[in-house]
């Protein structure tokens, strides 16, 4: 299945084709190699109440499918696919799951399938655990391992997914201390396509508000998994405590993470620039700027790209390091699309660009 | 040359590498299928005041090219390329154009070649006229025919090119009366990376404002002669008179131009829309969005779409046409590549996207 | 109860006070030198679904008024009131103005009372004509002699309120042809607090869209009545025909209104600026800008101030008029807090500024 | 001269009144009930590279002053006032201040004076330390004492105003480690009306960035001043590390900061809001807001209020307060109004209000 260049061709669905992740899914599946050779069809596009609307009349960016009507959300409308994207509400990933053939690549924007600790799922998702996933971020350590034939993965969420990459390298490395600071601006597309008076425009532009802090928003278990796992990669069997504020700005994409930890005695700005440099020296999406030059979201607009910037504070005792995704790219479904390109075979870079829309 | 499946490598220069113009069109070439197949090598990139910087200090978006380093602007740094994109100040193109080879294909994103006429030249920009290139908006009656193996190609202004588009075919079919108001509003780039206190960021946010009214803006004569020019296709000799009025919104990019005629007495809307139908169906960026549908300039961007919807009020007797473009990429870069691809007998289509970026 | 320094104390309520026009109306009531001086107090505060909440919650901006609970909006809660603003969705002030007594003043934000037309509000609002009450337009001809002592006013539509007094002195004086078009940019908060998936943040920045084009939204008509007015001052009774585009920018309030119609031929330019000079030479909020400048929505922000520029496109043949305005401010919440001014027989001005808010 | 209901009237200049700040101080002052009694004179408006400019070609918002020229900033044309204010670049002031009397009520809203470490500000600001002015932020330790009758103030930085507000009761009340984390957001007005190409509207909308990270930026030091006073209020003379990252966000106006500090053993979240409670239950402007809503800076807009909250992060061990200001107001020129009046004997909320611009 993974061979793109002529063997069969590759049937994709997409379940919640109306909302954010699902419409930044199909755009991406647009401008993919195997899209435009022919050897990947776009198949089922469904959703909930949005069934039986055009995808033109929801998603009119993507004019190329503007006349394809959405299908209900049931097994059966995606049954025969290759490759199923669910871009659903929480909760809504196992039932379909279930369902489908273990054949069926299924890759989960939603949490369902992110947390492996039940104890953690139940305390933030007041719901039952319903099991765990691999991991669709790649960059972390082991991560490829466990994507390459996958036919289950779950999408990282948006703030682990920059904030875990700000700070793994240095975790692993011993260079911090196990408690982290991040304070993460995001723009509003992160809260999905939902009716909401806070997230009308006339509220939310010219204001910037934090929300769920205090360790209340539910990415923050996410994070604390991830660098548990960079902490074992570097041999320390520790946890790492959190604490994660989440930001709302006036734009539509993009997050910018802060993400400070007590530096470890006696590491300088050169020994922890190296580890960085270690870190992601092979990683295609992930830059670490040139020193003294700062991440912005609006360079990282619509591509896969992270970039980082590390410094030390060496009247405070820390480690800064700023990383910029875009939430809906990288931080949805550009990880979505690079999972499904690592499950399958095909160059893990296909469909993906480190080049932003700016400005 | 035009072979870009086996024949020799095209190089591409692009001058003025640090504008907006030109991060756009290099944003383009990044993803044009020839570069991706090492068929099209970006060669020297220019700047005036820029030049020894990085391209990653300047556009750090285009993270590919972030180490490379601008050139001076000069004819002997753009001496060696097959194509040489132009995103100068105004005035600066012909003196570089004559000491280039007559081979080289020469695409100015600047004004200085679109208009045809040397009085109107000099009444807008005054200063002499330098002459008048093939116009590169291949939707303008013969607009193809011109541009097929041009060497020298005049991009469009971002204004004139979704104005003339939305009111040539009704000008064309005669169904309007030859007096047509547009008001435009445009996003901040528009007016390039200038240093000018009313463009700052914390002017612009939360503001619009009209600039350049009552004819007073240089793209009113630009857009009268292309209109001129559809009436001609129409059979019509008559000048049309143009009431332009630019405003500028808070928004980096995109243009929504709403244009108004006095329809000729008789025509009803079926009529108008099946002029729109007809002069657009075959079109690959053009699209007549479905009844009662309106184009936003969100939908269209990055991509190179142009989505109109045409209405009749008949109260007012007045026809409506409602366009929308990326004004760096349809309106500029875009229109640039699509020119360059039309130039060389390369797929008209190749490195362009009718998928915007959204939300 | 016209005397605010020394009579009986004026007691105001507002229904619809979670709303952006009912809050506005608070805003400019907590700055207004009656309550400063405790000569006007606020009273009633009503909602619909919001009843029952803090103000606080729903409008945080109003610090003061934090802890006010919001009642159902009823006649009962309502009376025993001098002032009662409605800020309610359209046609439900009629059944609560009904059952409030004669001498109470109020105040209608909604649309139920502006159009004197039966027809056109039925062709418009699809409902049964309430009738129509005194305009709050005092700018327009006779707009003051209407309101003073009124008890019964019809605050004007954000549109309409711009449109016509950038359109009214030439009509008035005839210099223009009794066509005009009219293409106005507007703030979201122009659609009210509406849960919509358009006016949502993420659909809202960086697009700008048209909407209820060609004749289609309700405020033609309107306009269309207040330059009919504008004519008969004038001496003619004449329809003017209103083409009418509004277009919905990135930015939470503000109205920039270009408006354009053929001028009489022999008009020049001084003669254009004489008409606005002489008209609005006099008028406390609204200013015709120095010659050359253009208004700008963002320097009127929260203030009651028009600002205005007056041109001829002498090519063209064409008037343009552009305006700015705070669409919640004299666009809605100002007119009604200068009406009841009026009404009140307290100076027009107080409570009110031309200072606006910026950057 | 405290008088204003009946003594001589007071004389006001505003040196740098083409600035953001300037603006803001005159915006204050056209809304100060001395103003309007026409106890508070508005004399000399000055400027650098703009003297001989209408206000209102550089200040189009403010309307009532839209024909005064603005003069040179000099000793001599500043003489004569009662009161000035300064909004000039870093350094500039203490020349002027020299020459002008010593009973002259000088405000500086520029840095010079802010910091009472002459070795602080060398490392921050590469000059001589020109010495130091009662701070004018009344509601830290000791503020108002050092404000009544001064007549040299030095304004408080946008960022330390806030930041420290946020932080002080905690650090007083040793609740928290000496290690403090502050990532605040802040509009685009912060940065001043700068030429810089990071400030144009086309890079600043749709993105986020850090700048000046790691303890670069000048605010840090402030910030630290201001706590260890705190902290010696409490009875404990320690240094306080601030950890201080800025992200410039794409609006005009407001700052958003996110403040986290290690919590001492034994506090629960109870007793960290009972000190805030206390702290500020006197305070006109600072508003801990009740528990579970948080502060956004849309909500303060155009006011002086402080929005706080306080919560505790059990996980990570945390102290998280989050406070919004408008950056220009409280951040600047109502702090510097809030200390004229206490300067003045003047009622100290005279001219400021809680109500914020919105949405």
Request: net charge negative.
């Amino acid at each position: 299945m993974a061979d793109t260049s002529g063997g069969p061709v590759l049937r994709v669905a997409v379940a919640g084709a109306s909302g954010y992740a699902g419409g930044e899914v199909l755009r991406l599946l647009l401008g993919h190699p195997a899209y435009r050779a022919g050897r990947l069809e776009i198949g089922a596009l469904t959703a909930g109440s949005n069934a039986g609307s055009t995808l033109g009349s929801l998603q009119p960016h993507l004019l190329p499918l503007a006349d394809r009507v959405l299908a209900e959300t049931t097994p059966e409308v995606l049954a025969g696919h290759d490759v199923v994207f669910l871009g659903l509400p929480h909760g809504q990933s196992a039932a379909i799951a279930r369902l489908l053939p273990e054949s069926t690549v299924i890759i989960d924007c939603g949490a369902d399938f992110r947390l492996t600790d039940a104890a953690a799922w139940e305390k933030y998702y007041k719901s039952e655990h319903a099991g765990s996933w691999p991991y669709g971020l790649p960059e972390l350590p082991g991560g490829r391992d466990r994507l390459r034939g996958a036919t289950r993965i779950a999408v990282p969420g948006c703030y682990p997914t920059v904030s875990s990459l700000a700070l793994a390298p240095a975790v692993a490395a011993g260079i911090v201390e196990p408690t982290v600071t991040v304070v993460a601006v995001s723009g509003t597309s992160g809260a999905g396509r939902k009716l909401d008076v806070g997230l009308l425009g006339s509220e939310v532009m010219g204001s910037a508000r934090a929300y769920n802090i205090a360790g209340a928003h539910r990415h923050t278990p996410e994070i604390a998994q991830n660098l548990k796992l960079a902490a074992a990669d570097g041999g320390a069997e520790v946890d790492i405590a959190v604490s994660f504020t989440p930001v709302l700005a006036p734009m539509p994409r993009g997050i910018l993470a802060t993400c400070t930890a007590a530096l470890r005695p006696g590491v300088d700005a050169a020994q922890a620039r190296a580890v960085y440099e270690k870190a992601y020296a092979d990683e295609p999406f992930i830059h670490l700027l040139p020193e003294g030059v700062l991440p912005q979201t609006g360079s990282v607009l619509g591509s896969n790209a992270v970039t980082l910037q590390v410094a030390v504070d060496a009247d405070a005792g820390q480690l800064v390091v700023i990383g910029a995704i875009d939430n809906l790219t990288k931080g949805t479904a550009g990880a979505a699309v690079q999972s499904m390109n690592l499950a399958l075979g095909i160059d893990e870079t296909a469909g993906l660009t480190t080049v932003g829309v700016a400005p």
